[in-house]
């Protein structure tokens, strides 16, 4: 796999990245962050992938951000404000870019995702994980903040009572109780992990993409704005898909009685 920071395939119509500097846990820092964003812009122009895949070792998704680094930098007083602020620019966007990516993203979890590979884990629209998991956002032991959205996502995802509690404590949750919290999606033995992960996969790529990314993004605009204007762009998004091609396509299939050609038009 050479000493590249993180492997890109696609194959299939399915983008793969896999976080790959195993020997620090697969930290995250400036070049693991830059390449991520520049993948998933090239992947967001590319209609033909319908889903991305978030990967990490067998034995540990992402131990969080490079420490090693931000204490490098903490010895200098007068250059970390700015290398701290360089550092959380380009861990934020890549974030971002994967949460606001435009079709369905997972993030397969397998052993520890602790604060930054916890909130990129976050910022996929699903998550599937072995019962080795682990999950936290442990920053406050340290001295610091989840601050790739950690705060934003996890309140969103689990409520904020039960999100404050894990934010304020810093504490670790099992897969079995991520599952029960609504953090992950489902719990599968690692032995059954590539079917089942094979399985949803089909599930989504089964369906109309057109439609698919019209209801992630009545979804993600719902979850940053009032009910009524929720069900505005609501609204708005089923008159623009009621004259599709994939919507023609699908009542017509329906009516037919024989499988879906959806173009994603």
């Known amino acids: 796999m050479g000493t590249e920071v993180l492997i890109a395939t696609v194959k299939d119509g399915i983008g793969t990245v896999q976080l790959n500097r195993s020997d620090v846990l697969n930290a995250l820092n400036l070049e693991v962050g830059n390449r ?4 998933l812009e090239e992947w967001k122009k590319d209609e033909r992938i319908r889903v991305v895949v978030v990967k990490g070792h067998p034995h540990f998704f992402s131990a969080g951000a490079d420490l090693k680094f931000i204490k490098k930098i903490q010895k200098d007083p007068e250059k970390f404000p700015l290398e ?5 620019e380009c861990l934020r966007p890549s974030v971002e870019a994967l949460a606001t990516f435009p079709r369905p993203t997972i993030a397969v979890v397998e052993g520890i995702a602790f604060g930054g590979g916890c909130e990129l884990a976050l910022a996929c629209d699903l998550r599937i994980a072995t019962p080795q998991a ?3 956002l442990p920053e406050v032991k340290i001295g610091l903040l989840p601050a790739a959205g950690g705060t934003q996502r ?11 509690e894990l934010l304020f404590t810093g504490k670790t949750v099992t897969a079995s109780e991520a599952e029960k919290l609504g953090l992950v999606n489902r719990v599968v033995p690692a032995e059954a992990l590539e079917e089942s992960l094979a399985s949803l996969i089909g599930e989504l790529t089964s369906v109309s993409p057109y439609a698919q990314q019209l209801i992630k993004r009545c979804v993600d605009v719902g979850l940053n704005t009032s009910l009524a204007e929720g069900l505005a762009f609501e609204f708005q998004a089923a008159a623009t898909l009621g004259y599709s091609e994939d919507a023609m396509e699908g009542v017509s299939s329906f009516i037919e009685k ?3 050609r959806f173009t994603g038009r």
């Open 84 to 88: 701290m602020v360089r550092f959380l």
């Open 258 to 260: 024989r499988p879906a």
């Open 36 to 39: 991520l964003l520049d993948v």
């Open 154 to 164: 996890l309140p969103r995802l689990i409520g904020a009572a039960r999100a404050k």
């Open 134 to 136: 682990k999950f936290a």
